[in-house]
């Protein structure tokens, strides 16, 4: 668009000075706008040195030019996207080319000053952004460990659980061995198939639990501790949990997830959903995956710009498992989230 606005403008305005030089800086420098973002520091060289070498063409007359306005998008960009390192050279530049503006073309106090303004305000704009979205993605990071913390706890009593089947089972075949010399065979197998369940639980605990420091250990939930989210709902919403399909045989970290998700999910709808009267909590298993689905009946929203820290936690968790998480509001009303994960639970 920049294109035919520099070159109507170069037309239909009767007192642009030099005019060909104006127009031919408008034009060639909108390139620089493809680059801002990945070499913002070569864009504000290329554009202000440029423009600086067309002044001393024209005899200190500086080339003016409204559409030439975007330009402020590369100092915003060079303070938004640049390394720090970046942004002091660009700033130098930037200050060079104003000052040497001023001592050929000078236009007055209150041209100069609202010149400088405009330029700060830019730059100002560009680091208020680039500080917001550090400190967002330093949030984000913090909730998704403190939901791997979490998931590793989970984890951890799963392996627990095997390695103690595991030493039950040896005590027990030594202890019968000399009578029944089948019982040690029946054991070693046992103990087999507990131990590939373990080292498959540790494997996905290592692969979530990234910290050095150790987490406190907490016992781990199960799909049977669903029912305690039901409530009548004499102060909120009632909760109804239905559950369908096989579940026995999951395994311990996904029934984990599945009440974390769960439990997620109706705290934010007691807390979120308008004048909801139910919320529902659907379990479904098959031989290959187990589903979740909580759903409320309260008024319709409008989705959010940016998902909320919980939701962003509940993906995290799913997707740890290799699987889905997806939270949004229903067609007719109402928020649901649904969650799809193996039954192995193996991360991903």
């Not at 400190?135 to 392996?159: G, I, M, S």
């Not at 089972?169 to 197998?189: F, V």
């Not at 087999?192 to 605990?205: D, H, K, S, Y």
């Not at 250990?217 to 199960?222: M, T, V, W």
Request: contains cysteine; charged residues 20%; glycine residues 8%.
């Amino acid at each position: 668009m920049l294109l035919p606005v520099a070159l109507l403008e170069g037309v239909v305005r009767p007192d642009m000075p030099s005019r060909v030089i104006s127009v031919s800086l408008a034009v060639g420098l909108v390139p620089t706008l493809l680059w801002r973002r990945t070499r913002p520091l070569l864009m504000v060289a290329i554009a202000f040195g440029v423009s600086g070498v067309a002044q001393v063409l024209t005899g200190g007359v500086s080339p003016e030019s409204n559409t030439m306005i975007y330009l402020l998008l590369l100092p915003y960009a060079l303070f938004r996207w640049g390394s720090g390192r970046e942004a002091i050279i660009g700033l130098a530049i930037i200050l060079v080319k104003a000052t040497f503006s001023v001592v050929v073309d000078y236009s007055g106090p209150a041209d100069t000053a609202a010149a400088f303004a405009v330029v700060l305000a830019a730059i100002a704009v560009g680091t208020a952004f680039r500080y917001r979205t550090r400190a967002r993605t330093r949030e984000l990071d913090q909730v998704k460990l403190l939901e791997r913390e979490q998931l590793a706890r989970d984890l951890h009593d799963t392996v627990a659980h095997h390695v103690s089947a595991m030493a039950i089972r040896a005590q027990a075949g030594l202890a019968t061995a000399a009578s029944r010399p089948d019982a040690a065979t029946e054991a070693l197998r046992v103990i087999e198939a507990e131990a590939a369940q373990a080292l498959a639980e540790m494997r996905a605990m290592v692969h979530v639990l990234r910290r050095n420091a150790p987490a406190d250990l907490a016992p781990g939930r199960s799909i049977a501790d669903l029912s305690q989210l039901e409530s009548p709902g004499r102060s909120g919403p009632s909760v109804q949990v239905e559950i369908e399909g096989d579940t026995a045989g999951l395994s311990p970290s996904v029934e984990a997830a599945i009440y974390r998700l769960a439990q997620e999910s109706v705290t934010n709808a007691r807390r979120h959903a308008r004048h909801a009267t139910r919320v529902l909590v659907r379990v479904s298993a098959d031989d290959t995956s187990v589903r979740l689905r909580v759903s409320d009946d309260g008024d319709p929203v409008r989705p959010a710009g940016t998902p909320g820290y919980g939701i962003i936690g509940m993906i995290e968790r799913a997707d740890l498992l290799g699987g889905t998480c997806a939270a949004g509001p229903d067609p007719d009303r109402g928020w649901s989230v649904t969650a799809v994960l193996p039954r192995t639970g193996v991360a991903g």
